[in-house]
């Protein structure tokens, strides 16, 4: 019998899609062990190592850009109209170059978070597929977009690739999704373990340093550490090198702790809107404060549903700009976490997936 082989398309834009996309396909092939699977994506392949427990072919494709970004915080609109109005001129001849691709790769099924055009390709192929993710491009186009020339036809040829998927699995803290049948799932996240006497340990920190841990997520940022207020027993924790020679900062780039466990080890997350960093540290029960950006259409799904699951405090881009956020810092730090973590939406969208996908 042919092992059945399960392409799966993630999203570049940022680290998110892939790490919301790492359980599913995990959980998928601890339950189907013969099943090949090949990640087709722009996300380097040295981090998705980090985060798929199998063996999984690599195939770069940065088609599926989303929005372009100066930053977590800056969309360049400009550019990222630009980028659609090509794409999608040139739609029959990448839907062929796309179609020609699942052909040679003789990829049985799909699963995209959250690129469209590979839902087509797969239809037009007679190959099961499935949309997964909080959001679609859909919706994020329209919002920036929506008032611009032929905008509404290109909406819409997106809006008809994404209902043209055997399903769209939805998952919490999700955007609405106009004009498609979606299954709402619950949050999906991995699971992390405590290390934290691990990580006070290799950092030669006293058991009683308060760990806040800083990321701005996949796109670059600058954080300017210079500013951040100094707190007595606060140590942060950065992914890259410190941007100054500071005590009470160190980098992660040299450890060998998952970022996960990491997470699940310190006292506070600071970072900005995101879906992996939101749902990890909601069901961890980890504080969050977090750096606004009203302007990205998903802020608000993300950030009303925090608030019902873990602790957590807003600050302004300017905040982070000047350094200005020790009071919501000490104020975070100092509170006790009494919300319940959500339920993990992992078994329902396995079920979904496997019952779509066609895998038993």
């Known amino acids: 019998m042919k092992t059945k082989h399960l392409v799966v398309v993630i999203s570049g834009h940022g680290y998110g899609h892939a790490v919301m996309t790492a359980p599913l396909i995990n959980a998928l092939h601890e339950r189907h062990p013969k099943l090949r699977i090949t990640l087709k994506t722009d996300v380097p392949k040295a981090f998705l190592q980090r985060k798929f427990n199998m063996p999984f072919g690599y195939l770069p494709d940065s088609s599926d850009f989303g929005m372009v970004m100066h930053s977590a915080f800056e969309v360049d609109t400009v550019e990222s109209l630009e980028k659609y109005k090509a794409f999608h001129q040139d739609w029959p001849t990448r839907l062929e170059a796309q179609m020609a691709q699942l052909k040679q790769l003789e990829a049985d099924s799909l699963l995209s978070n959250i690129a469209y055009l590979p839902l087509v390709a797969a239809k037009q192929l007679k190959r099961p597929c499935v949309a997964y993710s909080c959001l679609n491009w859909a919706e994020i186009f329209h919002h920036y977009f929506a008032n611009q020339a032929n905008a509404d036809q290109i909406y819409q040829q997106m809006l008809e690739a994404y209902s043209g998927a055997d399903c769209i699995i939805s998952t919490e803290p999700a955007m609405p999704m106009a004009g498609l ?105 980890i504080p969050v404060l977090y750096v606004e950006r009203k302007e990205w259409p998903e802020h608000i799904y993300l950030t009303q549903w925090l608030e019902k699951y873990t602790a957590c405090r807003a600050i302004t881009q300017q905040q982070l700009s000047k350094g200005d956020f020790i009071s919501e810092l000490i104020d975070l730090l100092a509170q006790k976490n009494n919300l319940e973590p959500p339920a993990s939406g992992l078994p329902e969208a396995i079920k979904l997936t496997e019952n779509h996908l066609f895998l038993d």
Request: charge should be negative; glycine fraction near 6%.
């Open 181 to 285: 049948m979606t299954q709402r799932v619950g949050p999906i996240a991995s699971q992390g373990i405590n290390r934290r006497t691990a990580l006070l340990n290799l950092l030669g920190l006293p058991n009683s340093t308060r760990l806040v841990l800083a990321t701005m997520g996949g796109i670059k940022t600058d954080m300017n550490q210079t500013n951040w207020p100094e707190i007595e027993d606060v140590h942060y924790l950065v992914l890259d090198l410190p941007s100054q020679d500071r005590r009470d900062i160190s980098s992660l780039s040299t450890s060998h702790i998952s970022f996960t466990d990491i997470l699940c080890s310190v006292d506070l997350l600071f970072t900005k809107p995101g879906y992996g960093s939101f749902t990890e540290a909601a069901i961890h029960s």
